[in-house]
T-cell receptor
C-alpha cells in the first residue's frame, strides 16, 4: 500500500518549452502533496505544498509563475515547469500524505522525475 | 521546525552494525523523529519513526534518550545494498499543512 507514482520518469526538452510532471497516489487519497527538487549530491529542497482544491503554497524563493502546480483531485497533482531553461535541470520528487492517516507525520514519496533541459 | 545535525558521511563493512546519530536540540514536545533512506535517482523511503525510548521494526531500530535531543538509527548487519543517504527529520504529526524539511543527510557507504 501507499504507492506514489510519477510520470514521466525521465524527460529531455529544449530550452523554452514547458514540461508537465504528474504525481499520483495509487492506493490512497491525498489532500496534500509536496514537490521537491534535488540537485546532484544535494539534499531535497521543498518547493511547494500542493493542496487539493486550492492554491499551492510556495516556499520562499520559488517562482510560482515558473513552477505551476495543480492539485485537481485527491489522487493527482501536477507540476509544470514553464519556459524551462538549463538551470531548471534537476531531479523532481513528489510526496503525498494519506488523508486517512494525517494524524501521523508521514509522507510517501514518488520515484522522482529526471528533467534535462538542453 | 527543529533543525537536525547528522554526520555528512560514514563508512562501514558488510555484516557490521551501523549507528547513525542525529542531533535535534530544539525538538518540540509534540515532535516525532523520522528517518528516511534514499538511493541514487530514487525518492526517499520511510524507515522508522519514534517519539521516545526505543522503536524496532524489520529494518532498523531507533534509540531516543529521555531528553530527546538526539536519536540514533541502528542498522543491524548491513549489506552492500544499504549504501544510501539517510535523513533524520523532526516534526509534528497531524496538521495537513505539516511539511518536511530535509537536512543534509548522512551518506553511508558499505564496503565488502
Amino acid at each position: 500500500g501507499a504507492v506514489v507514482s510519477q510520470h514521466p520518469s525521465r524527460v529531455i526538452c529544449k530550452s523554452g518549452t514547458s514540461v508537465k510532471i504528474e504525481c499520483r497516489s495509487l492506493d490512497f487519497q491525498a489532500t496534500t502533496m509536496f514537490w521537491y527538487r534535488q540537485f546532484p549530491k544535494k539534499s531535497l529542497m521543498l518547493m511547494a505544498t500542493s493542496n487539493e482544491g486550492s492554491k499551492a503554497t510556495y516556499e520562499q524563493g520559488v517562482e510560482k509563475d515558473k513552477f505551476l502546480i495543480n492539485h485537481a483531485s485527491l489522487t493527482l497533482s501536477t507540476l509544470t515547469v514553464t519556459s524551462a531553461h538549463p538551470e531548471d535541470s534537476s531531479f523532481y520528487i513528489c510526496s503525498a500524505r494519506d488523508r486517512k492517516r494525517e494524524g501521523y507525520n508521514e509522507q510517501f514519496f514518488g520515484p522522482g522525475t529526471r528533467l534535462t533541459v538542453l | 521546525l527543529a533543525k537536525t545535525t547528522q554526520p555528512i558521511s560514514m563508512d562501514s563493512y558488510e555484516g557490521q552494525e551501523v549507528n547513525i546519530t542525529c542531533s535535534h536540540n530544539n525538538i518540540a514536545t509534540n515532535d516525532y523523529i523520522t528517518w528516511y533512506q534514499q538511493f541514487p535517482s530514487q525518492g526517499p523511503r520511510f524507515i522508522i519513526q519514534g517519539y521516545k525510548t526505543k522503536v524496532t521494526n524489520e529494518v532498523a531500530s531507533l534509540f531516543i534518550p529521555a531528553d530527546r535531543k538526539s536519536s540514533t538509527l541502528s542498522l543491524p548487519r548491513v549489506s552492500l545494498s544499504d549504501t544510501a543517504v539517510y535523513y533524520c527529520l523532526v516534526g509534528p504529526p497531524g496538521s495537513s499543512a505539516s511539511k518536511i524539511i530535509f537536512g543534509s543527510g548522512t551518506r553511508l557507504s558499505i564496503r565488502p
